[in-house]
């Protein structure tokens, strides 16, 4: 094996972007992928180390050093390979997953050289080009066992349940609330980070592997759950995600223009109202725009409302920009397009004009106090410390909870305090027979990978249950 | 594909009636609920209430108002054709009581939601009375169908041009004055319901209401059918459709549905453009 050690001093590989300016106002992918040569050049940079941290680091344990040296041989195929052993949705993760908290943090280099392996950017890149070369020869299945089994939900922890599944021989059926498969990957994290057409190619592998996607089933309402045991399903995985939006609870909330998070991303991504009229479903298009909250839904929205138009702007977030749970990326492309932030602001009230439409809000001043239950410090109000911020449409992205449609229609499913499903985590079982959870819908929202690793442990379990019982 | 096979046109072609197959929603709907309907691609997902079902042949009817662009394409399909996704039964069932006498009011297509109500609640023993009204005559939908669905049924035209000439709200105080009422449904634009709550709660009849707020999903994931309910928020699609009419705060969901005027005027010019060339 060629040894690295000379290259891995050189600078990280930059991937090539949209310009700031031009981006911000088309929906197209912001960063552009590496050439060949680029990838090349950074998988060289991989020490191919004996206790890689990078593959703790990530949760579905990816064997990082395998398919990077594989890179760095030219032998892309079997790159990509080596990545579907432990993660089906490669093209996804490379662009999405934290990874400056996960397999890149605890990359030696980080600390050695100033700059991780971009392993995020080499595993999309192994998967962009397998998708290009329609390399995507289909993986050996088992031999069919004749057990039905149905996922409810198409986000990525109901998408890798269906997939490990097919893949053993199993009769699986997605049941889908919407028209269109995919979850938050197709109705949250927008066209210009995560292009739609990558969510449509994955979802029609799994269907070409046999696996039924059945859309517009709100399981609850379309079915219940419990006749998908009479239907003859023996084994049915919960996987719809925290689809339940928080709102700030202050005066004027319904005003005209104050919107959830989800319903701005659902109308602009799922309905694709940026292409309005074209598309027919409307989106508000603010001139001053403010986002509360500063995570990855907070940024997704500040960075569409910037090209849909708006003039300004603002992400408003009570605590400073330390405690943003944004990637670091988005961060930075949001402030690169022109995203203000205004740290250390509460929302007190909203103020609209006679028709009810949204014209203002009020602030507060925070500083940081102690640190509370999640370790953070608490932002306390500063006295006296009032402003106001002119607005006609604000975007309420504070979090998500666990929405109760299906679980109030289903016996037997144990719930926490907030209304999660309570599962073993070894096993992904909920305290229903037959029945396993995973994803949002169990952690609350959390990332596409970690929904993606509740999938895989959830699909080896149910596995078990139908070869060799619960 | 979920196909049309049967189709009305009332009101000189402004309301218009789907009979289509759907046979999942058909078996499992109950009065009260509701289906998201999408036409194809680049189709709005809209709201309509079912107002009718038969199980049997696998259809569920629906009755809509053409109002705007998305009205206006569904008009534009043929027995034969039919939408690409439809997404149902949403929302409660209207919970239907031996109560006594009740009495169902309706206007314009509200009419359509009101009937398969009536007929439940005429169904479970009531005594059912009607009022049902429209702008003009050419304007009435269902008349008949009511008039089977009730013991007794008034109707009312703003115009004169038949039945009682007026509101539906006075023939309502005219009843409410003759006998008692245990139990009041509304339906129709937001006036007439706010209208009709603030007669019923004077009388102290109990009194449903029907509401629609825009919505996205109908599953409860957007939040954007929230309305104001006794000074709390509730999601319509969800919670609702039906509500205790004495504490919804109708000035705020009419304010409300007029969200994205601005955007339907420009898409309605649009389309006119496309028509022009
Ligand atoms: C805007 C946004 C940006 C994000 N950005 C990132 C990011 O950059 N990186 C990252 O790692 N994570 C990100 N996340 C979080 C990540 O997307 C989620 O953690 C992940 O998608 C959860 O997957 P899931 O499979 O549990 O559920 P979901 O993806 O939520 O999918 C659940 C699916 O179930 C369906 N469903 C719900 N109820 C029913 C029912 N009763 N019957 C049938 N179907 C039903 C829903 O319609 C949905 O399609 C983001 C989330 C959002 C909203
Ligand atoms: C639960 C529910 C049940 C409904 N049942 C019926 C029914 O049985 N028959 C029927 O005719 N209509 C019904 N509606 C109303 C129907 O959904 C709207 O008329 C339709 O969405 C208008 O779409 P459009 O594109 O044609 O018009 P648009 O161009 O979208 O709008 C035209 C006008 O209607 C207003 N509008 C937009 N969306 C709605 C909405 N959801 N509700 C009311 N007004 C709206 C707009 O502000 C505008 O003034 C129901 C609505 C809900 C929420
Ligand atoms: S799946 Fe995510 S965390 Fe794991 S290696 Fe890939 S990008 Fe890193
Ligand atoms: S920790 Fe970094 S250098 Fe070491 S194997 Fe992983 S990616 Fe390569
Ligand atoms: S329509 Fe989205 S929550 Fe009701």
Redesign the interface.
């Known amino acids: 094996m060629e040894k690295n050690t000379q290259t891995w001093a050189l600078p990280r590989q930059s991937m090539p972007e949209q310009d700031p300016q031009v981006r911000r106002s088309n929906f197209k992918e912001v960063p552009l992928g590496y050439t060949e040569q680029a990838a090349v050049m950074e998988a060289k940079r991989c020490l191919q180390c004996k206790k890689p941290g990078c593959v703790q680091g990530c949760p579905v344990a990816v064997d990082i050093p395998g398919f990077i040296q594989k890179i760095a041989d030219g032998n892309f195929d079997e790159a990509i390979k080596i990545i579907w052993r432990t993660n089906s949705l490669p093209a996804v993760c490379g662009r999405v997953c934290p990874q400056e908290i996960q397999c890149e943090g605890a990359c030696i280099l980080a600390k050695k050289a100033g700059a991780a392996v971009a392993i995020g950017n080499l595993e999309r890149f192994a998967a962009d080009r397998a998708r290009a070369a329609q390399a995507q020869d289909l993986p050996a299945k088992e031999p069919a066992t004749g057990k039905k089994v149905a996922v409810v939900g198409s986000g990525p922890s109901g998408l890798t349940v269906a997939g490990d599944l097919v893949l053993k021989g199993h009769d699986v059926t997605v049941f889908e ?3 269109k498969a995919g979850g938050v990957l197709v109705y949250g994290i927008p066209e210009f980070r995560l292009p739609k057409d990558i969510v449509r190619s994955e979802v029609a592998m799994l269907e070409r592997l046999g696996v039924t996607v059945a ?2 089933q ?1 399981v609850g ?3 219940l759950l419990d006749e998908l045991f009479e239907q003859g399903f023996e084994a049915v995985y919960v996987g719809v995600g925290a ?3 928080t ?1 700030l609870n202050i005066p004027g ?2 005003l ?2 104050i ?2 998070a ?2 701005y991303l ?2 602009a991504n799922l ?2 109202a940026y ?11 603010g001139k001053n725009v403010v986002v509360l909250g500063a995570g990855n839904v907070a940024m997704d929205a500040a960075r569409t409302a910037l090209r849909l138009g708006a003039e300004t702007v603002r992400i408003v977030y009570r605590r400073s920009r330390t405690e943003m749970p944004a990637r670091g990326a988005e961060i930075h492309h949001a402030e690169q397009e022109g995203v203000e932030m205004f740290l250390l602001s509460n929302p007190v009230r909203f103020c609209g004009d006679a ?2 439409r949204l014209t203002g809000m009020d602030c507060i001043k925070m500083e940081l106090g102690e640190p509370d239950a999640s370790g953070r410090r608490r932002p306390v109000p500063m006295p006296d410390s009032d402003f106001h911020l002119a607005c006609d449409l604000a975007i309420v992205a504070v979090g998500a909870g666990a ?3 299906l679980t109030g229609s289903t016996g037997g499913l144990k719930l926490n305090k907030w209304g999660y499903i309570v599962t073993e985590e070894e096993s992904a079982k909920t305290t229903r027979r037959g029945v396993w959870a995973g994803g949002d819908i169990v952690t609350g929202a959390a990332t596409v990978i970690l929904a993606m690793g509740a999938g895989r442990i959830a699909a080896n379990s149910i596995h078990k249950y139908l070869t060799l019982g619960w | 594909m979920y196909p049309i096979m049967h189709r009305e046109e009332m009101s000189g072609g402004t309301v218009v009636l789907n009979e289509i197959h759907a046979p999942q929603i058909a078996a499992r709907a109950k009065p009260g609920q509701f289906v998201i309907l999408k036409a194809n691609e680049t189709g709005e997902r809209i709201p309509l209430t079912m107002a009718d079902t038969n199980p049997g042949s696998g259809t569920i009817t629906v009755i809509y108002q053409v109002v705007g662009a998305s009205t206006r394409l569904f008009k534009t399909l043929a027995v034969g054709q039919g939408y690409d996704d439809i997404i149902g039964p949403l929302g409660k069932p209207t919970r239907i009581e031996k109560a006594g006498t009740v009495l169902c009011v309706g206007g314009g297509t509200g009419v359509a939601v009101l009937h398969p109500i009536t007929r439940a609640f005429k169904q479970a023993g009531n005594r059912v009375i009607g009022i049902i009204g429209a702008r003009t005559r050419g304007l009435l939908i269902l008349e008949d169908r009511m008039a089977a669905a009730t013991d007794e049924l008034h109707v009312c035209t703003d115009d004169g041009t038949y039945g009682h000439h007026g509101f539906v709200t006075d023939v309502l105080k005219t009843i409410l004055a003759r006998e008692t009422v245990n139990q009041a449904v509304a339906i129709g634009p937001v006036p007439m319901m706010k209208f009709v709550c603030a007669i019923t709660r004077e009388a102290g009849v109990p009194t449903l209401v029907s509401l629609n707020p825009i919505m996205v999903d109908g599953t409860g994931m957007c939040g954007g059918c929230r309305v104001s309910v006794g000074g709390e928020n509730r999601f319509a699609c969800v919670d609702g459709p039906e509500f205790d009419g004495h504490k919804v705060d109708f000035d705020q969901l009419m304010q409300r549905l007029g969200a994205y005027r601005a955007e339907e005027a420009a898409i309605g010019a649009e389309h006119a453009c496309k028509i022009g060339r």
């Open positions: 609330a919407f028209h859309c517009n709100v309402r379309t079915v689809g339940l939006p709102f909330e319904n005209i223009g919107l959830s989800n319903e659902t109308r309905m694709k292409l309005f009229p074209e598309y027919e479903t409307p989106i508000a298009r028709q009810g929405n109760p449609l």
